[in-house]
Nanobody, 122 residues
Framework: QVQLVESGGGLVQAGGSVRLSCVAS????????MGWFRQAPGKEREFVAA????????YYTDSVKGRFTISRDNAKNTVYLQMNSLKPEETAVYYC???????????????WGQGTQVTVSS
């Protein structure tokens, strides 16, 4: 059993940067691979980035490569998403996920946070 709480969302101008944090509690040793997803208004939830348990491997959707960085600090039970050069179309609720399984990148996650709103103004 794992609980996830996201923070760091807010309003940012196009071209700006935001750093999201996700703190895990509970059985944190079972979080394994973690990821970030987002859901924009009127669109389906989409995968953004994933990181394995040690942080040695990362994976990104093509549209964010070179601009976003996922990282984790297991001593703090926290995963981060650094987002640079943000675009208005990336306005969305961003969700943290943990307990990735089934391969790499993980096709399934067992735990989800409530999400944090990121609004990118044009």
């Amino acid at each position: 059993q794992v609980q996830l709480v996201e923070s760091g969302g807010g309003l940012v101008q196009a071209g700006g940067s935001v750093r999201l944090s996700c703190v895990a509690s509970g059985r944190t040793y079972s979080t394994a691979s973690m990821g970030w997803f987002r859901q924009a208004p009127g669109k389906e939830r989409e995968f953004v980035a994933a990181i394995n348990w040690s942080g040695s491997s990362t994976y990104y959707t093509d549209s964010v490569k070179g601009r976003f960085t996922i990282s984790r600090d297991n001593a703090k039970n926290t995963v981060y998403l650094q987002m640079n050069s943000l675009k208005p179309e990336e306005t969305a609720v961003y969700y943290c996920a943990a307990g990735g399984r089934g391969g790499w990148p993980p096709p399934k996650y067992d735990y989800w946070g409530q999400g944090t709103q990121v609004t990118v103004s044009s």
